[in-house]
């Protein structure tokens, strides 16, 4: 993980290692948990299959994210999380590295790992902040 005392910004955050996953928060990182095979990442695809087949089968044009899929919450430098499972309606959104601006709906899956791995400041990021 990088190391250095000013604030992270994008570029930092685009130029990590492939085999790192971090999210910058305020501009500092936060070293994500490796996916697990057992029982949360079964979660997430399960539950973004029924979130997708639930649009498909109303007529919706929302699609479904599961991570690894970058989001920049409020547009700025320094801000990029990867929340569980992202839903995005307004396609205006997506870029060529994610979501630029907040999804219509964020899931975070709850696990061991996650307590232990900075959920507190996940969590006080993604509530902290309002929401278009």
Known sequence: MLLKKELYTSDDYWNLPEDE????IDGQFYAMAPPQPDPPWKLVMELSATLRDYIKSHGGNCKVYPSPFAVNLDAKDKDWV????SVICDKSKLTDRGCSGAPD??????SP???KNGLRTESRYLHGRRCP
Not at 21 to 24: D, F, K, S
Not at 105 to 110: F, G, K, R
């Open 113 to 115: 790992s996650s307590r």
């Open 82 to 85: 990867e929340p569980d499972i």
């Open 105 to 110: 709906l964020i899931v975070e899956i709850v």
């Open 21 to 24: 996953r971090a999210e910058l």
